[in-house]
């Protein structure tokens, strides 16, 4: 049996892990609970990895994809947010 290519892969996972990460499974208004995650990937791994400390604006920079500049460092608390208003949005509230 040949070992499958990463295409094969790919395709064999559920198409809801392909699409939405961890973060759209969290709960609604809970992202201040992942502002500890966000303190401790800027004030141990960004430092760690840098070695020095960032600003706002770079946090920003170094949140974004590598094909637009960035290294793909997730802002935990910020995507759990935008997630949930996302998933809001699209199903709507329930008639009292």
């Known amino acids: 049996m040949r070992p499958l290519n990463l295409t ?3 395709q064999r996972l559920p198409t809801a892990s392909k699409v939405n ?12 609970l ?13 430092r760690s990895l840098l070695r020095r400390d960032v600003n706002d604006l770079e946090r920003d920079m ?12 997730f802002k935990p608390d910020e995507e759990i947010s935008n ?3 996302d998933y809001i949005s ?3 509230t329930p008639d009292p």
């Not at 992942?34 to 800027?42: G, N, S």
């Not at 170094?62 to 460092?73: C, D, E, K, T």
């Open 62 to 73: 170094l949140s974004l994809p590598a094909r637009m500049g960035g290294m793909g460092i």
């Open 8 to 10: 094969q892969l790919m």
């Open 34 to 46: 992942f502002k500890p995650l966000e303190d401790t990937i800027r004030a141990d791994f960004i």
């Open 83 to 85: 997630t949930n208003s």
């Open 90 to 92: 699209t199903i709507g």
């Open 21 to 32: 990460g961890p973060s759209s499974r969290a709960m609604p208004d809970t992202s201040h």
